[in-house]
């Protein structure tokens, strides 16, 4: 007997994990098809070497909506996460160091080695970025409304949606529009005066982006990585204990705990179509499953030029698709080390800057340089590099006196000048890193074990997302909420009726956040009342 399920979900990262999770919850026979041999997509804890579980890819946690948290009980699941302390570490050429700190007096007093004004204008600033987040995380579990309006029933939406916002102050509106369009180095201009500081928040303006500090829109960016939190206190992130492959482990038991089916080493080839509408998928070797509805949790280029047969949707949408943005610059190293970096300018191990965030990155210019590289195919000669050793928090994932880094870097351009390939220049490019590390931590390559490395094209290979784009496609102004992935459908649904996208295509985009996955299950289960 042929079992027919009311929906199938293409791929078991996070969020796919998180709509089936509620679709079961609500009744629906669920059916979660995973390619490889474990869920979580980019959010996976993987033994890569004897005795070292690595989170190979997403490495912390602050973005994942506390909401989806309690709803599925998580936390009863095994999901556990303890606050970076402190959040970061940034050495400097000239042998100075700064430290930020949860403790508003302890960075203050940081802030003050640097700059009395930028010390005075800390809290100042994170208390607006703090409004600021306010007003946009109220949208990240919402789904955008009808763009462009068409019918009384979309204008009528859209009324909604500003009403919501009628009250406003104009400042907050002025403020919006910058955070939106500016570069983070023009957004950080305007409140510090120390290149030390502001390079060091600047970071996180440029983590997965497609353009330098001084780039357009990166201001958001910023703004983005500043939205989650934990313990009632934003702009935290965290450490999860087991390694983030614990999240995904969380929500697969959560979706399995109300009847949802995950079937592993099950990559899909194509959706089916009956009658105009989407009816299932096969898999690699020809098994047909059949669903009422089929969910993607696919990049959504994969999703529409790969899986989806071409004459099934309108040629405008295909166009499209085919211009959304989704190469990606970024590439994680990771280490397994016999001790920690010995910073020349903080000398002992271990010390607190160990369970921070340790940043190469010396000035805005330095991180612009960096991105030159990329623009013309070549990866950065000295790139930024963030730096975490979750072994410092959890030393279950390493063998005993043992540890893990890993190094998020920009830039690693996923198109090479040409001639130039991913498979001669990873290693040499590898090596280059370790160069970099040793100018403030002399000790490193005496400590390094083993590497993996993964470039934009290995993350496409291992993790089927195209470009390598850690967020599914460019965080950029005119690929965000009404208009990701496309203008006309980026409220889940897609042309081809039946057929939904719950990944990090969709709206509010990329990060361990669960929240495109919570929206697709609402608008799943709102179609189904109707």
């Not at 989704?326 to 000398?347: D, H, Q, V, W, Y």
């Not at 460019?474 to 009726?497: H, I, K, N």
């Amino acid at each position: 007997m042929v079992t027919r399920y009311d929906a199938v979900i293409i791929g078991g990262g996070h969020n796919g994990l998180v709509t089936a999770a509620y679709l079961a919850r609500a009744g629906m026979k669920t059916l979660v098809l995973e390619r490889r041999e474990l869920v979580g997509g980019c959010s996976v804890t993987e033994e890569i070497w004897p005795g070292y579980r690595v989170s190979t890819a997403a490495y912390l946690s602050s973005l994942l909506q506390e909401r989806i948290v309690r709803e599925l009980d998580l936390e009863r699941h095994g999901y556990r996460v303890v606050a970076k302390e402190p959040p970061f570490f940034s050495p400097f050429p000239d042998g100075r160091h700064l430290f930020m700190w949860q403790d508003e007096r302890k960075t203050h007093e940081e802030l003050a080695k640097f700059s009395r004004h930028d010390a005075e204008q800390f809290p100042k600033y994170e208390a607006h970025l703090e409004r600021l987040a306010q007003i946009v995380e109220s949208l990240l579990l919402e789904t955008p409304p009808p763009f462009p309006p068409t019918g009384i029933g979309a204008i009528v939406d859209w009324l909604k949606f500003a009403a919501r916002f009628r009250k406003l102050p104009a400042a907050d509106w002025s403020a919006l529009a910058k955070v939106f369009t500016a570069s983070a180095a023009d957004f950080l201009d305007d409140w510090f005066e120390s290149e030390q500081i502001k390079v060091t928040l600047a970071t996180d303006g440029v983590i997965g982006a497609n353009g330098g500090p001084r780039s357009p829109g990166t201001a958001y960016i910023l703004m983005h990585h500043c939205m989650g939190g934990m313990g009632g206190r934003r702009g935290v992130w965290g450490f999860v204990q087991g390694g983030m492959g614990a999240v995904s482990e969380a929500m697969a038991r959560a979706a399995k705990s109300h009847g949802a089916e995950i079937r592993l080493n099950a990559p899909v080839s194509k959706v089916l179509v009956t009658n105009g509408k989407a009816s299932g998928v096969v898999l690699d070797w020809g098994e047909q499953i059949s669903a009422r509805l089929v969910i993607s949790n696919a990049d959504p280029k994969l999703t529409f030029l790969k899986l989806v047969d071409r004459e099934h949707l309108p040629s405008d949408f295909i166009t499209s698709i085919e211009r959304f943005r989704c190469e990606g610059t970024s590439c994680k190293i990771n280490l397994a080390l016999n001790g920690l970096p010995n910073f020349t300018c903080l000398p002992g191990t271990p010390g607190p800057q160990h369970r921070a965030t340790m940043h190469i990155c010396p000035s805005i210019d330095y991180i612009e340089r960096a991105w030159d590289d990329a623009k013309y195919g070549q990866p950065s000669r000295r790139p930024l590099l963030e730096m975490t050793a979750p072994t410092m928090y959890d030393p279950s994932l390493a063998p005993a006196g043992k540890h893990i880094m890993g190094i998020f870097l920009q830039y690693a351009p996923y198109t090479l000048e040409e001639g130039a390939t991913w498979d001669d220049l990873r290693e040499p490019f590898a090596d280059r890193v370790l160069d970099l590390i040793a100018e403030y931590a002399p000790n490193i390559r005496d400590i390094v074990e083993h590497h993996q490395v993964l470039t934009p094209l290995d993350l496409e290979r291992r993790f089927a997302i195209t470009g390598g784009n850690i967020f599914h496609g460019e965080m950029s102004l005119d690929q965000m909420f009404v208009m990701r992935p496309v203008a006309g459908w980026a409220r889940y649904r897609t042309p081809l009726p039946n057929l939904y996208l719950c990944g990090s295509g969709a709206h509010p985009g990329g990060g361990v956040m669960g929240a495109p996955g919570y929206n697709c299950a609402r608008e799943v289960l709102k179609d189904r009342r109707r």
